[in-house]
């Protein structure tokens, strides 16, 4: 069934209250969307460009999802969420444009939820951060 | 300026014969053609050799006692001679070579060393080797594509994709009919991310 636009931004705007998300991504362009459609969806949004930034915003951030390129600059996602230790948050998505079985295992073993690869659908990412909410409710109730 | 001296295998390599110029005294390699490094590597590839001790230890080897005795007499006394080597390559197929060695009396320009030429006999050698390097050029570019694939249009496919459903978000709360449209346009895409996505996968089950 076709679902009309406001529909969908509507559907999409359930349930997204007060998500903090911090996004690590050093694509220009791919970052600028994705903050701003995100914040169209309501979400709270703190971008870093690279490892060195995220390790040291994160913490103050205190957000409740990490989502992270795998290939970064200075460093790659993996280390990314090992270097965090307890700052970790409580849900964490890799992206990557590698995604075979070995980058998903290794994804999955260093802490991460779920692994994206790159071209993705802004609908996948959706439905990865609506469950993200509904684990943070569960928890607060 | 190259000289004869160095152009003897390349030449050779154009007429699709393995070559290899060595060393009178040691047999040490001077100078060897793409065809021989593949030969070689194709009958030593659990043990790789310096590629000086190629003929020593990869040719020599392979040749009868009473061919060796017969190959060294004649190059002793600077005739031309055809032996027949039998190389055997890691998954057990024999590989039969008449080697022609030319010694340098017979070619002065050649200097002091011994040029040997490589025919093959029955085996589909340069079938394997020809296999092989398709097989690599095969590989060299689906590894290309992928990597341009990572690093490029699909990074670039997917800022798209949220830009446009950004802006569709954005346009339906101008227009009910302009926002269905932007709406279409970032379902199709979502659909040609969708695509790529399908591609990147499968070029990665090929390996």
Redesign the interface.
């Given at each position: 069934m076709c679902r009309?636009?406001?529909e969908?931004?509507l559907k999409n705007n359930f349930s997204m209250h007060s998500l903090r998300v911090f996004l690590v991504e050093n694509?220009e362009?791919?970052v600028?969307?994705?903050q701003?459609?995100l914040e169209?969806l309501s979400y709270k949004v703190t971008v870093a460009a690279d490892m060195v930034s995220a390790l040291r915003e994160i913490p103050e951030s205190r957000c409740d999802v990490l989502i992270s390129d795998i290939g970064l600059p200075d460093g790659d996602g993996w280390q990314l969420l090992e270097k965090l230790g307890d700052h970790r948050p409580q849900f964490a998505i890799a992206m990557s444009?590698?995604?075979?079985v070995n980058d998903q295992r290794r994804s999955r073993a260093a802490g991460y939820d779920h692994h994206l690869?790159?071209?993705?659908?802004?609908?996948a990412l959706v439905a990865l951060l609506r469950e993200a909410s509904k684990l943070k409710e569960e928890k607060q109730s | 300026m190259t000289t004869l001296r160095e152009e003897v295998c390349t030449l050779l390599q154009e007429f699709g014969l393995p070559a290899v110029r060595v060393e009178p005294v040691s047999a040490e390699v001077i100078e060897f053609n793409g065809l021989f490094s593949s030969l070689i590597t194709l009958i030593n590839m659990a043990a790789p050799l310096d590629h000086r001790l190629w003929f020593v230890e990869g040719v020599l080897p392979h040749i009868t006692r009473a061919d060796r005795a017969r190959w060294e007499a004649a190059l002793a006394a600077r005739t031309p001679v055809q032996v027949q080597v039998a190389f055997k390559s890691v998954d057990g197929q024999v590989l039969d070579f008449e080697m022609r060695s030319s010694a340098p009396a017979a070619q002065k320009k050649l200097g002091q060393s011994i040029l040997c030429v490589f025919i093959p006999y029955t085996n589909p050698f340069f079938e394997r080797v020809h296999a092989a390097h398709l097989s690599e050029g095969r590989a060299l570019e689906r590894c290309r594509i992928r990597n341009e694939l990572h690093k490029g249009v699909s990074q670039q496919l997917l800022g798209a994709a949220f830009g446009c459903r950004l802006l569709a978000g954005k346009v339906v709360k101008l227009s009910e009919e302009l926002g269905k449209e932007a709406s279409d346009l970032a379902e199709l895409l979502n659909e040609a991310v969708l695509e790529l996505q399908n591609l990147v996968q499968s070029g990665e089950n090929q390996g």
């Open positions: 009309g636009p406001r969908t931004l694509h362009d791919t600028r969307y994705m701003l459609y169209q444009g590698y995604g075979t690869v790159k071209p993705f659908t802004p609908d | -």
